[in-house]
Structure formats: C-alpha cells, structure tokens
C-alpha cells in the first residue's frame, strides 16, 4: 500500500496566484480529511469528506479556499487567491470510518507564498 | 470546550533513558484517544490508540501509553529512548469524525 500520497511536496507561489493541492487516499478508505499545521495554530481541520461528500467545511478559513473530491481517489484543495498567511504545511489524511481506526496521513505539502 | 493539551512544549532525553510524555484531555464523555508521531519533513504516524478496555495500551515502536480516567490523562511511554525516536509528538482525541490535536511535545535525544 503506498499510503496517502499528496503533491507536491512543496510548493513556493506568489501572492496573488492560484494554488491547487492534491491528495490521493488509500484505496478502500472512505473518510478524507485536509489539515493545516502552522506554528501559531498548531493542526487545523479544514475539511472532511465522507463518501466523497464535504460533511463538514467549518475549518475552512474563509472563501478563497475551495475543495473537492469527486471521486474516492482523488481530492483537490485550492486557494485562490493566495496570501502570505496561507503558508503552512497541508495535510491529507484519510481512514475507514472516520476517527476509529486512526487517521493515515500523507506527507504534507509544505506551501510558501510570497 | 473539547481540548487536548500537552503541557510539555521540548523534552531532552539520554539514549537509553526512560520517557514520558503527558497529554491531558477536556471531554465531556471519555473520547478515542491517540498518540501520534512526526519526524521533520514527514507526515503524522499513529504510534497507538485507545478506545476502551485495557487501560494500558501497546503500540509500534516499543511505545505504550495509559489511559486514566480519574486524571484524564493519557501518558505516552518508552522504556529506553533510541536516537531514531527524536521527533514531534501528538496526542489527540476524538469523539466524532473530528481528531483535535495537542500542540505537540518536541523531543530531543542526546548522546
């Protein structure tokens, strides 16, 4: 099993632009989570899905982030338009059943904008 | 409201030296409990989980923890510290979908 696979792992983009993360959970896995890890905030819930379906959005700091999961392998996260404040590491995790079994986290994606 | 908290922030260790690490948990009912571990530049691994019964759990690594209720406490231990074991620790507890995570306890290992 090659885990919770984010890309890319890092990213550097300018204030302004659009920036899209992505996220692949382990097969089989129906609940997927994006966190925010930041120094001052410490891990952060932005979002789960469960069977694909956004079920709780309320971590998502305000409408320039977006994001999706149209289908059980493949999830996106978007900022746009991005700030300097936005700079942390994402997370993806995913697990069977939500909490239960444990989360599985992916390597993060550390994202610096300029 | 529901909280996680490790009130260690950095912990120095010998090699070979016992450790321990605190977490404390706010809950209005006894929620799933975990301990995780990240090394820099990784992702988080679970090292162990407790959800009910033996209140002494097991986990990878050589890493154990107990749950006591009396305390809310679930105290993270490791016998003997190797220097692999350098990395960020986090407790975190759950009730729903949701895990809420310690601000991490950052251990060192020295020589």
């Known amino acids: 099993d090659a885990g919770v696979i984010q890309s890319p792992r890092h990213e550097v983009t300018e204030m302004g632009q659009e920036v899209t993360l992505r996220c692949k959970p382990i097969?089989?896995?129906?609940?997927l989570f994006w966190y925010r890890q930041t120094m001052m905030r410490g891990l952060e819930l932005l979002i789960y899905?469960?069977?694909?379906?956004?079920?709780?959005d309320s971590g998502m700091p305000e409408d320039r982030f977006s994001a999706k999961m149209p289908n059980a392998s493949f999830s996106t996260l978007k900022i746009q338009p991005s700030e300097p404040r936005d700079s942390a590491v994402y997370f993806c995790?995913?697990?069977?059943?939500?909490?239960?079994?444990?989360?599985?986290f992916g390597s993060g994606t550390r994202l610096t904008v300029v | 409201a529901q909280s996680v908290t490790q009130p260690d922030i950095h912990i120095t260790v010998s090699e070979g030296a016992s450790l321990e690490l605190r977490c404390n948990y706010s809950?209005?009912?006894?929620?799933?409990l975990f301990w995780y571990v990240q090394s820099p530049g990784q992702g988080l691994q679970l090292l162990l989980k407790?959800?009910?019964?033996?209140?002494l759990v097991q986990g990878i690594k050589g890493f154990e923890a107990e749950f006591k209720r009396s305390q809310s406490s679930f105290n993270l231990r490791k016998p003997s510290v190797h220097w692999s074991d350098a990395a960020e620790y986090f407790c975190?507890?759950?009730?729903?979908?949701?895990?809420?995570f310690g601000a991490g306890t950052t251990v060192t290992v020295r020589a």
């Open positions: 995790a995913s697990s069977q059943g939500g909490t239960g079994p444990g989360y599985t």
């Open positions: 097969s089989g896995h129906n609940s």
């Open positions: 407790y959800f009910s019964g033996d209140t």
């Open positions: 809950y209005g009912a006894t929620p799933y």
């Open positions: 975190a507890a759950s009730n729903d979908y949701k895990l809420s």
């Open positions: 899905f469960n069977n694909n379906v956004p079920i709780d």
